[in-house]
């Protein structure tokens, strides 16, 4: 158990901030961010690999794992816009009803232990008009053998990967908990491994 716990806050942080800067998620990050402006809320700001992408005036970070932030902090001392960290949990989240113009999730659903409240937590933080960005990796829909794989293969990937799941289907999470859509559009990652290269980047609003 310690030896785990070790790997979760010393070895973990690092490995996956240099996994999440491949040249097709850093491309994703910037094409998802270049419609957010204002203020914006980011769950699972990680080490901050997104900051470069901002254009806004103010980030509110949530991280509830104080060893990622603590990898982003000279990033966050070097942005033009304030950054202010939230340490707290995506289905709890500490702000009004209808309070957000924009929440931004960046490879953060598939591992969230409670997604369904997590996205009701969400729905209800959101202005009438305001607007979930996301981009995520997910389950195949149109490869039965890869689907399969990532149903064998996520109890595995969770220990590894922190909860990460393979096998999300992240669409249907978000119309079951009443968001509709704005942009969809699905991709392959071709510089991940198979297992875990079919992406959706989309922005939704409450339906």
């Known amino acids: 158990m310690m030896i785990y716990k070790f790997y979760q806050q010393?070895?973990?942080?690092?490995?996956?901030?240099?996994?999440m800067q491949t040249a097709s998620m850093m491309d994703a990050r910037a094409e998802l961010l270049r419609k957010v402006h204002g203020t914006a809320l980011e769950i699972g700001f990680g080490t901050g690999l997104n900051l470069?992408?901002?254009?806004v005036e103010e980030l509110i970070?949530?991280?509830?794992?104080?060893?990622l932030y603590h990898l982003a902090q000279k990033n966050v001392l070097n942005t033009p816009f304030h950054v202010k960290h939230i340490q707290a949990s995506a289905e709890k989240l500490p702000f009004a009803d209808n309070?957000?113009?924009n929440?931004?999730?960046?490879?953060?659903?598939?591992?969230?232990?409670?997604?369904?409240?997590a996205l009701a937590e969400i729905h209800r933080v959101l202005k009438?008009?305001?607007?979930?960005?996301?981009?995520?990796?997910?389950?195949?829909?149109?490869?039965?053998?890869?689907?399969k794989l990532q149903?064998?293969?996520t109890p595995v990937q969770k220990v590894i990967a922190d909860g990460c799941h393979l096998n999300?289907?992240?669409e249907l999470y978000l119309s079951n908990a009443n968001f509709k859509f704005v942009e969809k559009y699905y991709f392959d990652a071709d510089d991940l491994p198979k297992i875990g290269r079919r992406m959706l980047l989309a922005r939704v609003q409450k339906a």
Not at 61 to 67: H, I, K, R, S
Not at 103 to 117: G, K
């Open 103 to 117: 929440i931004v999730s960046t490879w953060t659903m598939c591992s969230i232990a409670n997604l369904e409240q």
């Open 10 to 19: 010393r070895i973990f942080p690092h490995l996956l901030n240099q996994i």
């Open 99 to 101: 309070s957000l113009d």
């Open 61 to 67: 970070a949530l991280e509830p794992n104080a060893d």
């Open 151 to 153: 149903d064998i293969l």
């Open 128 to 147: 009438p008009k305001g607007t979930l960005h996301l981009v995520e990796h997910v389950q195949y829909h149109d490869n039965a053998t890869l689907r």
């Open 168 to 170: 999300r289907n992240i």
């Open 52 to 55: 470069p992408f901002y254009q």
